[in-house]
């Protein structure tokens, strides 16, 4: 995992390389600042050596420039290298949680996906940019304190490193507890995050029951559990700081006694002493960074752990070596024994299903709700793969078709319609990105959408809110629609296209989705029969599969399920 963490320096080596330099510097200079103090302490001042004195503190304050300079570099360049790196991370993340299956969606909160995208990669950018600098710095400064403090006395150099031991041993005891309760306090952040986005996702709901104060006790709990997780990992930070606290302290104990002793009895000077002092404090300064970088550490760790959890998903859905493009289709589709369900096997939605779709038919699904409508229609672009069987498009296993050529190759209206946060054009466009401003206008007239758009203080480029929540459903819907106009595929999936629209523009849409569907292979699922009197066929659909095929006057006469399903509805309009 530490490699993979390593590999994205690669390409900002260079920002790396001057980010450590820098830091180096930094470091130096900090060395360097106690020598000078002890030479004024014990040979200038003693020698009332002025003219030394104002060319030595030039030469430091020139230091000091030089020092801050590093220092802004190392905090801003330094920085922006753990920027770089976490939108790599996000880059990547993103990017490939595109490519995972719709199962992973189904069974995994959106809250826990925002959680890794946001709070872990921001804690991974932390410790990217301050991770190695503060190794790298600490040890410069451990390794040059330490000679430069055997130089001076190396008697008490070695009593005060015999503590180094203790303290890593204290560390390495309370480093394990720390990565369980930072791993803790993740998994707990992200069920807050995925209850805050069911709970204002579902905002109209709640206020519509009045169940505000429910909300708040749902969410109270997963607060709760999230505050005790975080109050548990700073009591565990707590008592590891307050060790490391308690030795530091006591070195510094140690130096004043026993370098006062040392100055009593002439082995050491009043200013080798004084340069000790500060070389101690340096000494420690890597400690102290070394104690924040453990919380660091664990919170980065723990965030790149989880987000290479997701990462090394792999897409179950994925092309073949030598899938090819699908180009130039009539619309021929085949289902030859296609069984199928969620949960591998177990509870099958379909079963042995056996279908033939010929080119430029209309084809109608209908049946009792939870039939498997929608998800044989979700087979043929490979939302889901088949558990067995084959379907065909045009004689070839839609398995040995790229995923994009396929998916390009149909245009999908689903009933719960989802419209991005943006304007109307953005949302029409995503049909096709590439669109010019007519072709646009176009699919909206045909959608039967435009004349509403036009009388919109803003035309096309009104805002319509997150997820489309200053529109109507028929609005909607018929944007929705404008999309797949755009997109002109050669293959329909019509789900439920026109169950949020008006009787008067439900008629108007039907009309415009039968001169869309003329010449081009459509499947469409409809729940009023009223919708699919003139498609070219009607599959029934039941839990024990396809009961009944033919068109509408056909199974009229048959006198089954389907007439069974329109007399009920037709008697219904009626009353």
């Not at 619309?331 to 099958?348: C, K, L, M, T």
């Not at 499947?523 to 919708?531: D, G």
Request: aromatic share 10%; charged share 25%; glycine share 6%.
């Amino acid at each position: 995992m530490l490699k993979r963490f390593i590999s994205y320096y690669k390409p900002h080596k260079k920002l790396f390389f001057i980010d450590m330099f820098f830091a180096f510097l930094v470091s130096t200079f900090d060395l360097i600042f106690p020598m000078f103090t002890r030479k004024m302490v014990n040979q200038i001042i003693p020698d009332g050596r002025m003219d030394l004195l104002l060319k030595w503190s030039i030469i430091m304050i020139l230091l000091f420039i030089v020092r801050y300079i590093s220092s802004y570099i190392v905090a801003y360049w330094g920085h922006l290298l753990g920027v770089k790196i976490e939108h790599d991370m996000r880059r990547d993340l993103f990017g490939h949680l595109q490519t995972l299956p719709f199962s992973y969606y189904d069974n995994t909160k959106t809250g826990h996906i925002m959680s890794r995208m946001v709070n872990d990669l921001r804690d991974i950018t932390e410790l990217a940019h301050h991770g190695p600098e503060d190794l790298f710095i600490s040890l410069v400064m451990l390794l040059g304190s330490f000679f430069i403090l055997l130089t001076i006395e190396w008697r008490l150099t070695l009593i005060l490193f015999a503590f180094i031991p203790l303290m890593v041993l204290f560390t390495i005891k309370k480093r394990e507890k720390m990565e369980d309760s930072f791993r803790k306090v993740r998994q707990e952040i992200a069920d807050v995050n995925s209850q805050l986005e069911n709970s204002i996702s579902g905002i109209r709901v709640a206020k519509s029951f009045t169940n505000e104060d429910y909300e708040i006790e749902k969410f109270d709990k997963g607060n709760e559990a999230f505050s005790n997780a975080r109050k548990e990992s700073y009591k565990i930070m707590a008592e590891f700081i307050t060790g490391i606290g308690i030795v530091s302290n006591i070195l510094n104990l140690l130096v004043i006694s026993i370098g006062g002793y040392f100055v009593y009895t002439n082995v050491i000077d009043i200013g080798d002493l004084f340069a000790y002092t500060l070389y101690v404090n340096f000494f420690m300064q890597p400690i102290r960074r070394l104690t924040e970088f453990t919380q660091q550490l664990q919170d980065g760790m723990t965030g790149f752990e989880r987000f290479i959890e997701v990462m090394n998903i792999s897409p179950d859905i994925v092309d073949k070596p030598d899938a090819i493009e699908l180009n130039n289709i009539k619309g021929d589709i085949v289902f030859d024994n296609v069984s199928f369900s969620y949960d591998n096997g177990e509870g099958a939605v379909l079963s042995n299903v056996n279908l033939t779709i010929e080119e430029g038919k209309t084809i109608a699904l209908v049946g009792p709700s939870g039939a498997g409508k929608t998800t044989l229609c979700h087979l043929i672009p490979r939302f889901y793969d088949i558990n067995s069987g084959n379907i065909f498009i045009d004689g070839l296993n839609i398995k040995d078709i790229k995923l994009k050529s396929l998916r390009q190759n149909i245009g999908l209206v689903q009933q719960d319609v989802f419209l991005f946060t943006g304007t109307i054009r953005e949302n029409i466009l995503y049909g096709k990105p590439s669109a010019t401003e007519a072709e646009v206008i176009d699919a909206a007239k045909k959608a039967r959408i435009h004349d509403f758009i036009e009388n919109l203080p803003n035309g096309y480029d009104t805002y319509i809110g997150e997820k489309g929540v200053m529109l109507s459903g028929g609005q909607k819907q018929r944007i929705s629609i404008a999309r797949l106009f755009l997109k002109n595929p050669p293959l329909l999936i019509l789900d439920e296209a026109t169950s949020a629209l008006d009787n008067e523009t439900e008629t108007m849409i039907q009309r415009s989705l039968e001169e869309l569907s003329k010449g081009r292979t459509t499947l469409v699922i409809a729940h009023r029969l009223s919708t699919i009197k003139n498609a070219d066929e009607i599959i029934v659909l039941t839990a024990r599969g396809i009961e009944e095929r033919g068109n509408h006057e056909e199974l009229l006469r048959k006198n089954g399920i389907y007439a069974n399903l329109y007399n009920s509805q037709f008697k219904s309009l009626i009353n």
